[in-house]
């Protein structure tokens, strides 16, 4: 069973629209990460969440993104008001910095912004 | 400045040659964690290792090893007796030792031809 799941796999938006990505990990977690991957191209940190606040945010991490872990359980990555450049997969991770020490991945929500 | 950069863009190997994977990173910290990911074809993100920079030995995992050298700021992966499932995008990553912040290599896609 996988540690993190992800919703939705896929979402297609029109431009200017806003996107919710979730993130709902099987089991209670502190660390708590967001990545996107443009097509063919490098895996890119957006923002690491701890403790329910923000730790650190890339410069992609501008005013149009948030997050939060709105009831204790989902992370949400939310996207203000789309761009034909937000068009990305969307990963979410946790990081178990306690006994495994292993970082897992969900599977990814491919957002397509026309 | 923070960089990693794996300057090997593609490789292909036969089913049971070794492979080496070079990573070599830029950072402005003295303590600090390096990271190897594979992403097969599926698309999926899997963590492979973590390494603190403080510990220099050499880490082994079946047919995967890996070789930090502190001293030419390097961090190379080592894939013994290829397998064809072995084909994937394989990236390294740099972050403090907060793991607030992650970056990451370029990613260097492997394919093992039976």
């Known amino acids: 069973e996988p540690e993190v799941t992800q919703t939705p796999s896929h979402q297609v938006t029109q431009m200017g629209q806003e996107v919710i990505l979730r993130c709902v990990p099987i089991?209670?977690?502190?660390?708590f990460y967001w990545y996107r991957q443009i097509l063919g191209q490098k895996v890119e940190f957006l923002v690491s969440f701890y403790n329910n606040e923000i730790s650190e945010k890339s410069e992609i991490f501008d005013d149009q993104f948030s997050v939060e872990r709105p009831d204790g359980s989902n992370f949400t990555l939310k996207i203000r008001s789309t761009k034909l450049e937000d068009s990305a997969m969307y990963f979410c991770a946790i990081w178990d910095r306690g006994e495994t020490d292993t970082q897992y991945f969900g599977p990814g929500t491919r957002l397509t912004v026309l | 400045a923070q960089k990693v950069t794996q300057a090997q863009t593609e490789i292909s190997v036969v089913e049971k040659e070794d492979v080496t994977l070079d990573c070599v990173y830029e950072t402005r910290d003295t303590t600090y964690y390096l990271f190897w990911y594979k992403q097969p074809p599926s698309g999926e993100l899997v963590f492979l290792i973590r390494?603190?920079?403080?510990?220099?030995q050499n880490e082994i995992s079946g047919r995967y090893s890996w070789n930090f050298q502190k001293s030419t700021s390097s961090f190379n992966f080592t894939i013994t007796a290829s397998q064809v499932v072995d084909s994937a995008v394989y990236f390294c990553a740099l972050s403090d030792l907060t793991g607030n912040q992650f970056y990451f290599g370029t990613g260097t896609s492997l394919t093992v031809i039976p």
């Open positions: 089991s209670n977690h502190l660390y």
């Open positions: 390494r603190n920079s403080f510990d220099e």
